[in-house]
T-cell receptor, first 113, second 115 residues
Framework: NAGVTQTPKFRILKIGQSMTLQCTQDMNHNYMYWYRQDPGMGLKLIYYSVGAGITDKGEVPNGYNVSRSTTEDFPLRLELAAPSQTSVYFC????????????FGQGTRLTVV | AQTVTQSQPEMSVQEAETVTLSCTYDTSESNYYLFWYKQPPSRQMILVIRQEAYKQQNATENRFSVNFQKAAKSFSLKISDSQLGDTAMYFCAFMKHAVNNDMRFGAGTRLTVKP
């Protein structure tokens, strides 16, 4: 009963380094999302995907890239890490039935120093 | 754009008592969905309750209930018989009808249940 799985749980990056946050779900959901959560703030949408091969920008996409080659996987890539990208990142998914709740992973805490 | 406001950054309640968390939102939409999510220290986001704007009846889930006031654009969460396991961040969220990609979250309320 895995649901949405994110790796890694924690990571420290140096400025300018790159990394990929992994997200996989085993619920056959078509919709997948990446959010970031800054201290004292709610979640903000970075990118989303409505199915394999389809991605689109959310509210705060700058500095990030995504891909969706399979239904299960939705990795988030940071190319040139900046201190402003220090945050907790959440991956989520839901079905394409209208307005169903999203299921979330446990988050990745990323620190850029 | 839709905005969600949670005006109480922190709250506390004694075990077994009742607490109400506030949420207001701003939208020009007439049909939408509202959610309360719980985020315990484990960071897992857990759906607590959801409300469809076209339904007048307030949603309830065991000890959790909402007071949905559509005209006032208010969506408060009442937790009855508070338990230590209710200690968490609580986020109010708004989603437009038929737009799964656009869920807007409030800044959250940190609730502490005291023994």
């Amino acid at each position: 009963n895995a649901g949405v799985t994110q790796t890694p749980k924690f990571r420290i990056l140096k400025i300018g380094q790159s990394m990929t946050l992994q997200c996989t779900q085993d619920m056959n959901h078509n919709y997948m999302y990446w959010y970031r959560q800054d201290p004292g703030m709610g979640l903000k949408l970075i990118y989303y995907s409505v199915g394999a091969g389809i991605t689109d920008k959310g509210e705060v996409p700058n500095g990030y890239n995504v891909s969706r080659s399979t239904t299960e996987d939705f990795p988030l890539r940071l190319e040139l890490a900046a201190p402003s990208q220090t945050s907790v990142y959440f991956c989520a998914s839901n079905t394409d039935s209208l307005n169903t709740e999203a299921f979330f992973g446990q988050g990745t805490r990323l620190t850029v120093v | 754009a839709q905005t969600v406001t949670q005006s109480q950054p922190e709250m506390s309640v004694q075990e077994a008592e009742t607490v109400t968390l506030s949420c207001t939102y701003d939208t020009s939409e007439s049909n939408y969905y509202l959610f309360w999510y719980k985020q315990p220290p484990s960071r897992q986001m857990i759906l607590v309750i959801r409300q469809e704007a076209y339904k007048q009846q307030n949603a309830t889930e065991n000890r959790f209930s909402v007071n949905f006031q559509k005209a006032a654009k208010s969506f408060s969460l009442k937790i009855s018989d508070s338990q230590l396991g209710d200690t968490a961040m609580y986020f109010c969220a708004f989603m437009k009808h038929a737009v799964n990609n656009d869920m807007r979250f409030g800044a959250g309320t940190r609730l502490t249940v005291k023994p």
